[in-house]
């Protein structure tokens, strides 16, 4: 059973920055919060982790409230290849339980 | 580096046969874990490996085992198979696995149609 829940799809165009929030339902002491990107026919890419406030990298950032009940993820200036399932996830260890994530569709 | 590599990237069986799937995770990592990805039912997590230890395993029956080898590649293997089982077999290697909330790295998946 997954323990997050997301939106079941979004649409943005090129250049506009996407936010997508999860509910961290359960969150436990010891989880992390993990995003996850998906194409079609392809493995799962790892996109971004926190433990709570604000983890930015290369390609997005993760704002996480003190209660941990929800994150963001942030997507700067999206372009036509982030449209993908992007997938949020409490993670405890390898045991990854995987949502029905949210699929971003992104138009020209 | 070299990322994780699957083999074969797609296969067909029929009802009843077995199949074995390959996995060799990043160089230095110990951990391999297998997901199976369905329309239906998401990706589910199979198993996981460590020092060719199973250390965690998911709601799978037993027809879907897997081994490790001292060199941390891994198989799964699925026997007497059922048209429910056509998915996409995803491997993921990790350097520690286990308790680690670490980035898990996939392959791309061996394709799996059950005729």
């Known amino acids: 059973l997954a323990k997050t829940t997301q939106p079941i799809s979004m649409d943005s165009y090129e250049g506009q920055e996407v936010n997508i929030t999860c509910s961290h339902n359960n969150i436990a002491t010891n989880d992390y919060i993990t995003w996850y990107q998906q194409f079609p026919s392809q493995g799962p890419r790892f996109i971004i982790q926190?433990?709570?406030t604000k983890v930015t990298n290369e390609v997005a950032s993760l704002f996480i409230p003190a209660d941990r009940k929800s994150s963001t993820l942030s997507l700067p200036r999206v372009s036509l290849s982030d449209t993908a399932v992007y997938y949020c996830l409490n993670q405890a260890g390898t045991a990854l339980i995987f949502g029905k994530g949210t699929t971003l569709s992104v138009s020209s | 580096k070299a990322g994780v590599t699957q083999t074969p990237r797609y296969l067909i069986k029929t009802r009843g046969q077995q199949v074995t799937l390959s996995c060799s995770p990043i160089s230095g990592h110990r951990s391999v874990s297998w997901y199976q990805q369905t329309p239906g039912q998401g990706l589910q997590f199979l198993f996981e490996?460590?020092?060719?230890?199973?250390?965690n395993k998911g709601n799978f029956p037993g027809r879907f085992s897997g081994r490790q080898f001292s060199n941390s590649r891994s198989e799964m293997n699925v026997s007497t198979l059922e048209l429910g089982d056509s998915a996409l077999y995803l491997c993921a290697s990790s350097l520690l696995g286990g308790s680690n909330t670490g980035e898990l790295f996939f392959g791309e998946g061996s394709r799996l149609t059950v005729l």
């Open positions: 926190g433990y709570k």
């Open positions: 490996y460590f020092s060719e230890t199973q250390r």
